[in-house]
């Protein structure tokens, strides 16, 4: 059975750090791209981060260059989002994402997610 799972949100305050971690079973983890996606309240889901099976590319939306790091440990399949100087405007849900193309066929599994709040 696929399973991704998040964990690590909470609440911080401005300018705090908190780091997601994103656990994956039931997969071949190094074989899978990882990315995560945020939803805030009335808006879509957007891509925050992402990086490759490897881990020797990643992207990152413009409103988080130089504050938030996707890394991944393919020994614990185990892909993380450290973030640092939070704003409020970085409240949401934080979702995980694995993906593949394989054969043709585009597999994708999606975590839960984890609620990320930002407020003094």
């Known amino acids: 059975q696929v399973q991704v799972v998040e964990s690590g949100g909470g609440l911080v305050q401005p300018g705090g750090s908190l780091t997601l971690s994103c656990a994956a079973s039931?997969?071949?983890?190094?074989?899978?791209?990882m990315s995560w996606y945020r939803q805030a309240p009335g808006l879509e889901r957007e891509l925050v981060a992402a990086i490759s099976s490897s881990g020797g590319s990643t992207n990152y939306a413009d409103s988080v260059k130089g504050r938030f790091t996707i890394s991944r440990d393919n020994g614990k399949d185990t892909v993380f989002l450290q973030m640092n100087s939070l704003k409020p405007e970085d409240t949401a849900v934080y979702y995980c994402k694995a993906d593949r193309w394989l054969g043709g066929r585009y597999y994708t599994r999606w975590g839960q997610g984890t609620q990320v709040t930002v407020s003094s």
């Open positions: 039931g997969i071949t983890f190094s074989s899978y791209g």
